[in-house]
């Protein structure tokens, strides 16, 4: 059974970080695209960052970057989500999601969420003083 459980999330100070944890089960992420996407309140859901199969990353927003990053840990199967210099727009629910459907090549990521077929259950991430 594939999962993906996200963890990591809190509350911390504009300016301040976190890492989120994406751990998988039941696969290896590095054979997959996988993607990190945001909820605010009210609003819909927003691609942040995918990092593909070879480690490629693209950027779904511009409003992250130089902030955001994905690094990799194979060992753990394990995706990390760094975030730097925190707002209070990147108060969010912030989900991992694997596309692991279809071929595709290494260097790839999907260009939004409907491509992605597993995703984990969410983990909170408030950003206020």
Do not use: H
């Not at 909820?39 to 960052?49: D, F, I, Y």
């Not at 950027?59 to 992250?64: I, P, R, T």
Request: hydrophobic share 35%.
């Amino acid at each position: 059974q594939l999962q993906l459980v996200e963890s990591g999330g809190g509350l911390v100070q504009p300016g301040g970080s976190l890492r989120l944890s994406c751990a998988a089960s039941g696969f290896t992420l590095n054979s997959y695209a996988i993607g990190w996407f945001r909820q605010a309140p009210g609003k819909e859901r927003e691609g942040v960052l995918c990092i593909s199969r070879s480690g490629a990353m693209l950027n779904y927003v511009d409003s992250v970057k130089g902030r955001f990053t994905i690094s990799r840990d194979n060992a753990k199967n394990t995706d990390y989500l760094q975030m730097n210099s925190l707002k209070p727009e990147d108060t969010a629910i912030y989900y991992c999601a694997a596309k692991t459907r279809g071929s595709y090549g290494s260097m790839w990521c999907p260009r939004g969420a409907v491509d992605f077929d597993s995703w984990g259950q969410g983990t909170q991430v408030t950003v206020s003083s």
